[in-house]
């Protein structure tokens, strides 16, 4: 059985660090990848990682502050988010993928349960 469990979330003033992880369990996959949805938004691509290259992918958004990695011995996928925003805020969701890193949701066959994210001063 297939299960993704992610971690780290919390309340954090603004510029302030938060690292996630999200623990992989049952097999392994193509690319892993986080996504974000604030409230009455759609789910928004965050970063993605090829599992066996290494090669990475971030959002613009993102870009330059938040880091995605991985440790293949502990199955676990990472993500470091540096100078938090207020726009920063959302439930963060790590997802799994039998094919290519891609930014799309529908793309992804499993998915955790969530973690919140809160900046706020």
């Known amino acids: 059985q297939v299960q993704l469990v992610e971690s780290g979330g919390g309340l954090v003033q603004p510029g302030d660090s938060l690292k996630l992880s999200c623990v992989v369990s049952?097999?392994?996959?193509?690319?892993m990848a986080w996504f974000r949805q604030a409230p009455g938004k759609g789910r928004q691509f965050v970063a993605v990682i090829r599992w066996n290259e290494g090669i990475s992918y971030h959002a613009n958004s993102v870009k330059g502050r938040f880091t995605i990695s991985k440790d293949n011995a502990k199955n676990t996928l990472y993500l470091q988010m540096n100078s938090l925003k207020p726009e920063d805020t959302a439930v963060y969701y790590c997802a799994a993928s039998y094919s290519g890193a891609s930014p799309r949701p529908a793309d992804y066959n499993y998915w955790g349960q969530g973690t919140q994210v809160t900046v706020s001063s």
């Open positions: 049952g097999r392994t996959f193509t690319s």
